[in-house]
């Protein structure tokens, strides 16, 4: 089957708006499950707080140069939401606060922003932790941004990119046609910067998500494969794997409820629950900055528009880190995407 090349935005899909996403997420009774927010009350974590806000997660916009299938923020070239240097400037004065230790900035593909370099060399001042999600094939995509490699090495960013098989036939027909070569090249590219290798302090680490609906297999094995595949075969060496579960979260909740597989997935996300992985789930460390400088749990509800509220500002121009760090997580049944099994956030399994 083809794989889309437009957003479901674009195309007026009806599962494009938030509130059609939660009118079927919200509906967990037709589905056989409890409430998330029953499971979080049986294991007396709800209301769901933080513990801190140690992480910024920035979405510079929501442009990007793949349509993937399995996109939760449903990016795609003809996305044209993006956050101005008058945004950026805010999160910077948000980000002097000495409690937040990082900054992962995502998107789309972060790089497309015009300011990019820009904030990345003011966030570099801030002597933060900064991330970059990375998808590869950007640094493939034109000439302007052959030289990234380079920029990511002299701004010590730790990359992260998303490689969902060590075959070509898995990754491209989860992420598009070619996406694979091109993706290898652009590894091999950052390798030849130092990204990778021992003793260089760059960190290059690749994230797995499964093809379809079912839970990741165990991180460290899997882990174990790419490492061994990748450097027979291409010569590529990395450091962490992230095995990341899909929520059921824009283009996956529409891939889902197509294939008729909604009401399984749900089931096995619910019947995976685990204490241990809802006791470690992100949003209790980070706050999520959506393109126009709104706030959010995580990016998974940045996409559900489901903003801070209760009295939290909601914006980052107004930014109030013990406000941010004492509110009550918002949460719905996309939820149990982070808790099932071994748990899930951006970084990985939280259980281990
Ligand atoms: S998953 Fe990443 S690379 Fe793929 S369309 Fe979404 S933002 Fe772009
Ligand atoms: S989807 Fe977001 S709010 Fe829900 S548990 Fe995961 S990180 Fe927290």
Not at 75 to 101: S, W
Request: with cysteine.
């Amino acid at each position: 089957m083809a794989l889309a090349t437009k957003s479901l935005k674009k195309t007026n899909h009806w599962l494009s708006t938030p509130e059609k996403q939660i009118e079927v997420l919200s509906d967990f009774k037709s589905v056989g499950i409890k409430s998330f927010g029953q499971k979080l009350n049986e294991t007396d974590l709800l209301p769901l707080k933080p513990t801190g806000v140690q992480v910024f997660q920035i979405n510079v916009g929501k442009m990007c140069n793949q349509v993937c299938q399995h996109c939760h923020v449903d990016a795609g070239p003809d996305r044209k939401e993006i956050m101005t240097r008058e945004t950026m400037q805010q999160c910077l004065d948000a980000l002097k606060d000495p409690n937040i230790t990082a900054v992962d900035l995502t998107g789309g593909a972060p790089e497309m922003n015009p300011d990019f370099r820009w904030f990345v060399e003011e966030l570099s001042e801030l002597g933060k932790d900064i991330i970059v999600r990375c998808n590869l094939t950007i640094i493939l995509a034109n000439p302007k941004y052959h030289d990234l490699p380079a920029f990511f090495k002299k701004h010590k960013i730790n990359v992260v990119s998303s490689l969902p098989s060590f075959t070509a036939r898995r990754t491209d027909a989860q992420r598009g046609d070619g996406v694979f070569e091109k993706s290898i090249k652009a590894l091999q590219m950052l390798n030849a910067e130092g990204y990778g290798q021992e003793g260089t302090g760059l960190k290059l680490d690749l994230v797995y998500n499964p093809s379809g609906a079912y839970l990741p297999d165990d991180q460290s094995v899997l882990e174990m494969e790419y490492k061994r595949k990748l450097k027979d075969t291409y010569d590529i060496v990395f450091n962490d794997l992230f095995a990341i579960t899909n929520l059921p979260v824009s283009r996956f909740l529409d891939y889902l409820v197509r294939t008729d597989n909604y009401q399984d997935y749900m089931n096995e996300l619910a019947n995976a629950y685990n204490p241990m992985a809802a006791a470690g789930v992100m949003c209790r460390s980070m706050v999520s900055v959506g393109w126009d400088g709104y706030l959010y749990d995580c990016d998974f509800n940045q996409m559900l528009e489901l903003k801070l509220k209760n009295g939290v500002p909601d914006h980052v121009r107004d930014f109030d880190y013990e406000k941010v760090k004492n509110r009550e997580i918002i949460i719905n049944q996309h939820c149990f995407g982070c808790t099932a099994g071994a748990g899930s956030s951006c970084g990985g399994t939280t259980t281990n």
